[in-house]
């Protein structure tokens, strides 16, 4: 099936210094998108990958699971492990999930974590009934552009999978279970107003982390999808601040380039 217009992944090779950003669940990159070209923009290295079954139609989630997801930004942590000398994983929703695993995983290779309204448990009664509604109904209704800014909208599904669903569910268990490893710097930023994600699972992972070096940012203007919201801005502002506090010389190789670039073609013209 050919990707949603909009919904591409999106990378972009700058310094030294790499980020990977990671998708919620039913999203895409576009949910990201313009905070990994902010990003670029002061001469990071991103990479934002398309989950497997994310970016086309619902029925295609039906057939992938927490581990496609994992492997994929696993993949793509593995990637920029290879080009640049420190990486940072970024995440929101599911995404700030699949972030915190790899941060419990891959320990000193990651130089710090940000998270906005990341996911630990799912919630409501429904949750309980997801192992036996999933095999009766295939999916329900979706849950994409929780947003408050008008006009803004997040390109995402219309349905839930459950089976998917389901398997998210594991995933949150598996990912409470490893927050204990996680000891690196991090930025947690979370929507005082949130549809899709309780509070409570902020609360929760700043409660079982092993970090030294935790920000707490509440985020007082947006609902869920805060990356398309009002406070946009201030995550991609905090977020480089927070790159560039532990990993000093981030961007500065790339800009030095783009100056050098535009000082020739100056001269030349």
Request: glycine share 10%; hydrophobic share 40%; proline share 6%.
């Given at each position: 099936?050919?990707?949603?217009?909009?919904?591409?992944?999106?990378?972009?090779?700058?310094?030294?210094?790499?980020?990977?950003?990671?998708?919620?669940?039913?999203?895409?990159?576009?949910?990201?998108?313009?905070?990994?070209?902010?990003?670029?923009?002061?001469?990071?290295?991103?990479?934002?990958?398309?989950?497997?079954?994310?970016?086309?139609?619902?029925?295609?989630?039906?057939?992938?699971?927490?581990?496609?997801?994992?492997?994929?930004?696993?993949?793509?942590?593995?990637?920029?492990?290879?080009?640049?000398?420190?990486?940072?994983?970024?995440?929101?929703?599911?995404g700030g999930a699949l972030a915190l695993r790899l941060a419990a995983r891959h320990g000193d290779e990651?130089?710090?974590?940000?998270?906005?309204?990341?996911?630990?448990?799912?919630?409501?009664?429904?949750?309980?009934?997801?192992?036996?509604?999933?095999?009766?109904?295939?999916?329900?209704?979706?849950?994409?552009?929780?947003?408050?800014?008008?006009?803004?909208?997040?390109?995402?599904?219309?349905?839930?999978?459950?089976?998917?669903?389901?398997?998210?569910?594991?995933?949150?268990?598996?990912?409470?279970?490893?927050?204990?490893?996680?000891?690196?710097?991090?930025?947690?930023?979370?929507?005082?107003?949130?549809?899709?994600?309780?509070?409570?699972?902020?609360?929760?992972?700043?409660?079982?982390?092993?970090?030294?070096?935790?920000t707490e940012i509440v985020l007082e203007q947006s609902y869920h999808v805060a990356t398309l919201d009002?406070?946009?801005?201030?995550?991609?502002?905090?977020?480089?601040?927070?790159?560039?506090?532990?990993?000093?010389?981030?961007?500065?190789?790339?800009?030095?380039?783009?100056?050098?670039?535009?000082?020739?073609?100056?001269?030349?013209?």
């Open positions: 099936m050919p990707v949603l217009p909009g919904a591409e992944p999106f990378r972009h090779e700058g310094g030294e210094v790499g980020v990977l950003l990671c998708h919620g669940f039913t999203g895409s990159p576009q949910s990201l998108r313009p905070w990994a070209e902010y990003l670029a923009e002061h001469g990071l290295t991103v990479a934002l990958p398309l989950l497997p079954g994310h970016g086309t139609r619902w029925e295609d989630m039906q057939v992938t699971g927490w581990q496609d997801w994992y492997a994929e930004v696993d993949r793509e942590l593995r990637a920029l492990r290879g080009s640049c000398s420190r990486v940072f994983v970024f995440g929101l929703s599911m990651i130089s710090g974590v940000v998270l906005v309204n990341p996911l630990n448990k799912v919630q409501g009664l429904a949750a309980h009934a997801l192992p036996v509604l999933r095999h009766l109904v295939p999916s329900t209704k979706g849950i994409k552009s929780d947003i408050a800014k008008e006009g803004s909208e997040e390109i995402g599904y219309d349905r839930v999978p459950l089976h998917a669903a389901h398997s998210m569910r594991r995933l949150c268990g598996v990912v409470d279970a490893e927050l204990p490893q996680v000891t690196q710097p991090l930025l947690l930023l979370h929507s005082l107003q949130d549809h899709v994600v309780s509070p409570a699972d902020s609360a929760r992972v700043l409660g079982r982390v092993s970090s030294t070096d935790v009002h406070d946009a801005d201030r995550i991609f502002e905090e977020s480089l601040s927070f790159v560039t506090r532990l990993a000093p010389g981030a961007g500065k190789e790339a800009d030095a380039g783009q100056v050098g670039l535009q000082e020739g073609t100056a001269a030349g013209g």
